[in-house]
């Protein structure tokens, strides 16, 4: 990211520490704008405990995206909300398939390791209890010709 702001990824770009009057100019718009969107829900400010509003990073660069919409796209502030709810929905379901594919990735390794077991008989699939005397009796199938 450009002009020296901390990743997305990084916890410091979520951290609602800076001052409505230090977002306001970094997003170039007034406070009271600011005031505005958080009333309306466009973005939600945490608060300090004097009660004054904090933001983050991402919070400045959704300000930024919201006057975007509304000034150069000609959005109305009602359908920025909408187009902003609904990126948030894409990034949470987005988030989601990368966690299901990773765990996808961890059950084929998984399989992988049991079927590369499987091709040595001498090994154990499942764990046995050593001490047992119990006998098991195996007989490979037979192939007809």
Same mark, same amino acid.
């Given at each position: 990211?450009?002009?020296?702001?901390?990743?997305?990824?990084?916890?410091? /770009? $979520?951290?609602? !520490?800076?001052?409505?009057?230090?977002?306001? &100019?970094?997003?170039?718009?007034?406070?009271?704008?600011?005031?505005? /969107?958080? =009333?309306?829900?466009?973005?939600q400010a945490g608060r300090?405990a004097g009660g004054g509003?904090? /933001?983050?990073?991402? *919070?400045?660069?959704?300000?930024? +995206?919201?006057?975007? %919409?509304?000034? *150069? +796209?000609? !959005? @109305? %502030?009602?359908?920025?909300? =909408?187009?902003?709810?609904?990126?948030?929905?894409? $990034?949470?379901?987005?988030? =989601?398939?990368?966690?299901? +594919?990773? $765990? %996808?990735?961890?059950?084929?390794?998984?399989?992988? #390791?049991? #079927?590369?077991?499987?091709?040595?008989?001498?090994?154990?699939?499942?764990?046995? @209890?050593?001490?047992?005397?119990?006998?098991?009796?195996? =007989?490979? &199938?037979?192939? #007809? &010709?």
């Amino acid at each position: 990211m450009s002009g020296g702001y901390v990743g997305s990824d990084d916890p410091a /770009y $979520e951290a609602k !520490v800076l001052m409505i009057s230090v977002a306001a &100019r970094m997003a170039g718009m007034h406070p009271q704008t600011l005031r505005q /969107y958080d =009333r309306l829900g466009l973005v939600q400010a945490g608060r300090a405990a004097g009660g004054g509003r904090r /933001y983050s990073v991402r *919070d400045v660069v959704l300000l930024r +995206e919201v006057q975007r %919409l509304s000034q *150069d +796209e000609g !959005v @109305n %502030l009602a359908g920025v909300k =909408r187009i902003i709810g609904l990126e948030r929905l894409l $990034e949470q379901a987005q988030q =989601r398939v990368a966690r299901l +594919e990773a $765990e %996808l990735d961890a059950a084929y390794r998984r399989i992988a #390791e049991l #079927e590369a077991m499987a091709a040595f008989p001498g090994r154990d699939l499942v764990p046995t @209890n050593r001490t047992s005397t119990a006998l098991v009796v195996w =007989r490979p &199938r037979r192939t #007809e &010709r």
